[in-house]
């Protein structure tokens, strides 16, 4: 023990208060939006750079795990379904926070698709949420990977996460 006597219960000693700092009071207004969401990522640099490389990464893993797998067999797998929709979520989320300026130098990327497919991966458990799925690995998934790699080809300075 420190040797000092023990502040009543409920209250604070002054070296606790004092290490705390001042109390404030709790901010007032609106709260600031979760990270992620209604943000959007400037044209090139370190965030555009960064969000690519989440939906490349997503993208790949998604690829890796329903490689051979007929659509029976991916419904059916527990594990590897959640994984799926848990990285077309996070490619969705990506996507959706890229700013207007880079999406129109991506223009045969799908935004309404992902858009629309960020939407429906928040359904119940259902053949609505097994369309959905289905639908982002048969469809948006391929042709977005297609794409994504044409442009870090034709324009690399989208990729690069650099000021």
């Given amino acids: 023990m420190s040797g000092q006597p023990a502040a009543p219960k409920g209250t604070r000693s002054a070296a606790a208060a004092a ?8 901010p007032t ?8 969401i209604g ?7 370190i965030e555009t750079g960064a969000l690519l490389g989440i939906v490349e990464q997503a993208g790949a893993g998604i690829a890796t795990l329903i490689e051979g797998l ?29 700013a207007p300026g880079v999406r129109a130098r991506m223009p045969e ?21 097994d369309d959905t799925l289905a639908f ?8 977005t990977l297609l794409w994504l790699r044409v442009y870090r080809q ?10």
């Fill in 39 to 45: 943000v959007q990522a400037p044209v090139g640099g």
């Fill in 19 to 26: 290490a705390d700092g001042p109390l404030e009071s709790p």
């Fill in 136 to 143: 982002g690995c048969e469809a948006v998934l391929p042709a």
């Fill in 70 to 98: 007929s659509r029976e067999e991916l419904l059916r797998s527990r594990l590897t379904r959640q994984e799926v929709l848990r990285l077309l979520a996070r490619m969705a989320a990506a996507l959706g926070t890229l």
């Fill in 109 to 129: 990327l799908d935004w309404e698709g992902w858009q629309s497919l960020a939407q429906r991966l928040a359904l119940p458990p259902g053949p609505a949420l």
């Fill in 29 to 36: 207004g609106p709260a600031p939006p979760a990270p992620g």
């Fill in 154 to 163: 034709g324009q690399p300075e989208l990729f690069q996460m650099v000021p």
